[in-house]
Nanobody, 116 residues
Framework: QVQLVESGGGLVQAGGSLRLSCAAS????????MGWYRQAPGKQRELVAG???????NYADSVKGRFTISRDNAKNTVYLQMNSLKPEDTAVYYC??????????WGQGTQVTVSS
């Protein structure tokens, strides 16, 4: 059973920064990819950033240059550093882990609110 626990969300003013953490139960090296998604009220869940087991990354156009995803295999943790936050970044952020042999695992989500 895989558990993903997010932390680091909160309320921040526009232009501020937050760092989200996703701690996994067990080694994250086994996952083919991990990522962060977000879902704003009334909108579909969307990919924010992803990182593969070999460290390749990809970002949504809306966050490129502002957000950085990284992983610490020794701590079984994936991070999302969010800078220059905008009100439109307000959403529940979910950690995701993907195994080709199994599919997707999800965390419970953490709320990020950016005030203008």
């Amino acid at each position: 059973q895989v558990q993903l626990v997010e932390s680091g969300g909160g309320l921040v003013q526009a232009g501020g920064s937050l760092r989200l953490s996703c701690a996994a139960s067990g080694s994250i090296f086994r996952f083919n990819a991990m990522g962060w998604y977000r879902q704003a009220p009334g909108k579909q869940r969307e990919l924010v950033a992803g990182i593969t087991s070999v460290g390749s990354t990809n970002y949504a156009d809306s966050v490129k240059g502002r957000f950085t995803i990284s992983r610490d295999n020794a701590k079984n943790t994936v991070y999302l550093q969010m800078n220059s936050l905008k009100p439109e970044d307000t959403a529940v952020y979910y950690c995701n882990a993907y195994l080709i042999s199994w599919g997707d695992y999800w965390g419970q989500g953490t709320q990020v609110t950016v005030s203008s």
